[in-house]
Every structure is written in structure tokens, then in C-alpha cells.
């Protein structure tokens, strides 16, 4: 019995022969064993099914980053992958980076289309007589003496009340709109402080001088169109949740590896593509020849490079630094218009200021390009950065970045073109 034990032990181990298990009621009959079809053998079988290999024993298709040693799911069944979000493997904080980076600008698109296009800035107003020129004051007037009386009961929201009926009233017998100081009163007729009984509210003059400041604001100047930072915002989100589920589902199999991997390049050639949305076109707004002309072309140049990414050549590991030169080449096309940008507007503090900002996100996105075409750091001490610190996710880390910075720039393009107009 002994020797049929060393047998049954040196069996060869696959799929098959989990299903058909000895168990230690097994007994000899001739040459055959009694094996049963137990829950054991299955339970045994996906547990070594689903252990983490190493880069040997994957797949061709899956075989990126040879200094990427171990750590890889391969063809895992899907509920496994879903589930594997949660466990330590070397494409977790791949999955995690642009996971995350995708909720931030979720937030920040909910907090753009929320907030921003009524933020007004009350000490900025003082300095745009031109654009109060533009306004309808008798829409203002009307909307000032509807909100007032709503105010609490107040001796000093009732003062406040008189002095702008006052200077409201005698608004169209103004000879030049510099006279007209609303701005001022708001900012000045109130005390610091004041007191509704035995209580003192520090916030409620701040508050309210905002609330006016927004009532105000769209009746003296026409918002601009926001699709261009919106367009910028979708293609961020876009790129960040197609990056993550392709690094999460990929190793499914060679279908779905190839599918998620023309979406993951068709999400970055968007992210690139849709950057230059804002600038190009509050830079040349007022000049519609080169607004289109600058959109057309990055927009051509991103579907074509899209189209590129789908040849199946495209992903083989020898490509990627064509890959990655493709990107940057995107990326380097918009060195043209910042320049004509700059040319147009050198006197304007705005047009510096935004070109910082771009500047800064060009840093971020070619070091990250940089960094995933030569493969550093892993490529020094192979295996050590298998889990944590390898190029991807430093990769992943500085387009979130850049884009976050690019946000920055777009903010500053809102706020200079609501105020100057063409």
C-alpha cells in the first residue's frame, strides 16, 4: 500500500487531475485507484490556479517589461480580476493611480459647472470699468431692489438698501461709468461687525457681499462658452478610467489585453488632444482663422494617431519607445500655438501666467514619457520595484499632475476672457 501511496503522490499535477483526487479512503482495485470528484480538488486547484507567476511563465501578449520579475495575474477568470483590485499584484497602484485621478476630476468638473462660472472676485471688479460699460443697469437695478428687502430685518442691511437704491437711481444721469461705485459700497458701507441681538456673525458680510458680487456679475457681462475646458475635463476622466480598467483587465486574455490596450492609447491621444482645447481657443477666440485652424489640426493629429495605436505591431515591447515619441510628438505640437499666444498677448500678465502653467504640465508629461520609454528605474535593480515604484506608475503619478495643473491654466483662461472679452 505504501508504494501505491508514492503513486497516487507523484501523479502529474493539471486542471484534470484536480478534478480527480485521491482521498484517504482510497483502497487498490487491480492497478486502479479510487478517486473521488470532492469540492477538495476543485478548492486546491483554483487556490494554485490563481497564485501570482512570475514574468517566465506568462503569455507572449502579456510579456511588456522583462524588468518587471514577478507579481503578474495571468488569465485569471473575471470575478477573480474584479475582485483583485483589492490585493497586492504589480499592476495595483497601475489600477490605483488613474483610479483615483479619475474621481479627482470628476470632482473637479462637478465643482467647475457648479461653482466656478458664478465665482466672482470683488476686488477685480473695481479694476474693469470697460466691462461695466456693458452692462445693463436697469436689469441691475431691478435685481438689486428685488434680493434687498428679502434680506434679514437688519438696521444695517437697511442702510445698505438706501444707499444703493441712491446711487442705483441716479445711475443713467452718469457721465462716464467710472462714477459708479456699487463695488465700493458693498465693500465699504457695511461695519466689520454687527449683531442681530446677543449674536455675532464675523461670516455673514463676507457671504452676503458674495451673494450680490454673483447676482451682479451675469447681468454686467455675457459668459463665455465653456465646452473647450469641459472638452478638456472629459478627456482627463476619459484617459484616467480607460488607463485603469486596462490595467486591471488585461490580463484576462489576449482578446481583452488587445481591446483595453487601443483604449488605453486611444485615451491618452484624447487627454493630449483635448489639453489644447482651452488654450488654443481662449488665446485666439477673437481671431476664428487661427482658433480653427489650431483646433482642426491637434484634432486630426490625435484620431490619426488613435487609428495608429489600433495595428496590432503597434504593441509589441520593441515599439515602445515609437510609442512614446509618437505621444510626444503630440504633445510638442502645441508648442506653436503658445508661442503665436505669446506673440499676441506679451503685454498681458495673463498670457505669462498661463504659459507657466503649460510649461509646468509639459515638464510633467515628457518626464513621464521619458521615464516609461527608458523604464527607470526597475531597469537598474531588476525585480526590486516589482510592486511599488516602477516607471508605469511613476508614469501614471505625472499625467495626473500635469493634467491637474493644465485645470490650473484653464481657470486662469476662464477668469481673464470673462473679464477682457476680445
Not at 85 to 102: D, P
Request: aromatic share 12%.
Amino acid at each position: 500500500m505504501g508504494g501505491d501511496n508514492k503513486k497516487c503522490e507523484n501523479l502529474v499535477v493539471s486542471p484534470e487531475a484536480f478534478e480527480k483526487v485521491c482521498t484517504s479512503s482510497e483502497r487498490e482495485d487491480g492497478n486502479r485507484f479510487y478517486c473521488s470528484k470532492e469540492g477538495k480538488g476543485k478548492r486546491l486547484w483554483k487556490k494554485v490556479k490563481y497564485q501570482l507567476v512570475e514574468y517566465h511563465s506568462l503569455p507572449a501578449y502579456l510579456k511588456d517589461n522583462e524588468f518587471i520579475l514577478g507579481h503578474y495575474r495571468s488569465e485569471w477568470p473575471l470575478k477573480q480580476i474584479f475582485l483583485s483590485i483589492f490585493s497586492i499584484h504589480n499592476e495595483t497602484l497601475n489600477v490605483w493611480t488613474h483610479l483615483i485621478g479619475f474621481f479627482l476630476f470628476l470632482a473637479l468638473t462637478i465643482y467647475t459647472a457648479m461653482k466656478v462660472p458664478k465665482v466672482i472676485d470683488l476686488h477685480s471688479l473695481q479694476h474693469f470699468p470697460d466691462v461695466l460699460k456693458k452692462a445693463d443697469l436697469h436689469n441691475i437695478h431691478s435685481e438689486l431692489l428685488a434680493c434687498l428687502p428679502s434680506m434679514p430685518n437688519m438696521a444695517d442691511f437697511r442702510r445698505l438698501q438706501g444707499e444703493l437704491k441712491s446711487s442705483l437711481s441716479s445711475m443713467d444721469f452718469l457721465p462716464s461709468l467710472s462714477a459708479w461705485h456699487i463695488v465700493e459700497l458693498l465693500n465699504n458701507c457695511l461695519p466689520e461687525r454687527f449683531s442681530s441681538g446677543n449674536l455675532t456673525d464675523d461670516c455673514v458680510l463676507h457671504s452676503m457681499k458674495e451673494d450680490v458680487a454673483n447676482m451682479i456679475a451675469p447681468l454686467m457681462v455675457r459668459p463665455i462658452t465653456r465646452w473647450p475646458f469641459f472638452a478638456f475635463l472629459g478627456g482627463a476622466m476619459f484617459c484616467l478610467l480607460a488607463s485603469s480598467t486596462c490595467h486591471l483587465l488585461s490580463c484576462h486574455s489576449r482578446r481583452l489585453s488587445y481591446i483595453m490596450l487601443r483604449l488605453d492609447y486611444a485615451g491618452i491621444a484624447a487627454l493630449i488632444s483635448t489639453s489644447f482645447y482651452p488654450p488654443v481657443y481662449y488665446s485666439f477666440m477673437c481671431n476664428p482663422f487661427f482658433c480653427n485652424l489650431y483646433l482642426g489640426f491637434i484634432t486630426i493629429l490625435g484620431i490619426a494617431t488613435t487609428l495608429v495605436s489600433l495595428l496590432p505591431v503597434f504593441q509589441r515591447p520593441e515599439f515602445r519607445s515609437i510609442r512614446a515619441s509618437l505621444f510626444f510628438g503630440m504633445g510638442l505640437s502645441g508648442v506653436v500655438p503658445i508661442l503665436h499666444k505669446l506673440i499676441l498677448f506679451r503685454n498681458h500678465p495673463e498670457a505669462l501666467h498661463t504659459t507657466a502653467y503649460e510649461i509646468l504640465m509639459g515638464v510633467f508629461y515628457g518626464t513621464g514619457a521619458l521615464v516609461y520609454a527608458t523604464r527607470i528605474p526597475e531597469r537598474w535593480k531588476p525585480g526590486k520595484f516589482d510592486i511599488a515604484g516602477h516607471s508605469h506608475q511613476l508614469f501614471h503619478v505625472l499625467v495626473v499632475a500635469g493634467a491637474y495643473t493644465h485645470y490650473h491654466a484653464g481657470l486662469v483662461y476662464l477668469r481673464w476672457r470673462e473679464l477682457k472679452g476680445c
